[in-house]
């Protein structure tokens, strides 16, 4: 059974940065496998797509509210995946969450992802 654990989130001020991290276990073929996304969901709304990096670390995608302030990274030996995220605003306030993708691509629905961490909170306060 896949896991994922992400670890990272906190309070800060604005213009902050903070580095989310995202742990996988349970992968019977090894990693990396798939492709990995970021997702968020603030209250009272959907999730939505942050950022998404193909399996070999290549051809990342950002939604357009966090590109050129947020960085996805991924260090396939150790089994992990990284979100860097600078500049934080008070609209990035969300529950973040890491997600493993069936396919070898960056995705941005959160179809395309079959399992998911538990989230963990950031908040930006002004």
């Not at 609209?91 to 538990?118: F, I, K, M, N």
Request: some cysteine; aromatic content about 12%.
């Amino acid at each position: 059974q896949v896991q994922l654990v992400e670890s990272g989130g906190g309070v800060v001020q604005a213009g902050a940065s903070l580095r989310l991290s995202c742990v996988l276990h349970g992968l019977t073929m090894g990693f990396p496998d798939k492709a990995m996304g970021w997702f968020r969901q603030a209250p009272g709304k959907e999730r939505e797509f942050v950022a998404s990096i193909s399996w070999n670390g290549d051809w990342p995608k950002y939604a357009e509210s966090v590109k050129g302030r947020f960085t996805t990274s991924r260090d396939n030996a150790k089994n992990l995946v990284y979100l860097q995220m600078n500049n934080l605003k008070t609209e990035d306030t969300a529950v973040y969450y890491c997600a493993r993708a069936g396919t070898l691509t960056p995705q941005t629905t959160s179809q395309a992802y079959d399992y998911w961490g538990q989230g963990t909170q950031v908040t930006v306060s002004s």
